[in-house]
């Protein structure tokens, strides 16, 4: 894809294009299916092949030449940022994840990663749930960390593992459930969720 963009805008305007999330992707895609004239600097086939060999000789250079070893996971670590992430001494406290974790820009569980950092995740849900208004008891949902901003709580990260494995747990909305859950005497402020 790079090679489309830099024969067609040159370094400096590709590299800037490269700090949007999508957008070239969907443009590289469109050049390649519909070849307008003047935008390939060379057949199609002989880019796609030259970007084919480019990924696996990076591929080979990080992982080894044995593909079974190869995995989404290797290249795509997830981990929840917080604006004290970038500083050494406590980016550990408030940091959650690091670790291999599945989605991409294209699926369902979404995390999204800039072209100029590949496989860096930058964006992706914060709350998922799944609402059953015919069962409201059968409702799922999760916090992509917790429910906590206090890192010493156990609600600060307890979700995460639901948000990397892409699953769910009974959502808390009900007075039933909450009782059940046993969160009926937390204090909530009106309209706000409740997912321990």
Known sequence: MRNIFVGLLGEEL?????????????AAIRILREEPAGYLKQPRQELIVEAFHAAVAELERQFGPDMGEWSWGKLHQVTMGHVFSGKPELGWLFSVGGEPAGGDPYTVNLSAYRLHDPFKPVAGP???????????????GMAATGNSGDPFSPHYSDQYAYYRDGK?????????????????????RPGTLLVP
């Open 14 to 26: 590709t590299a800037r294009l490269y700090d949007c999330m999508l957008e070239p992707v969907a």
């Open 126 to 140: 914060a709350l998922r749930f799944a609402y059953d208004f015919g069962n409201p008891e059968g409702s799922l």
């Open 168 to 188: 769910a747990k009974p959502f808390v909305g009900t007075a039933a459930a909450e009782e059940k859950e046993g969160c009926s005497g937390v204090k909530k």
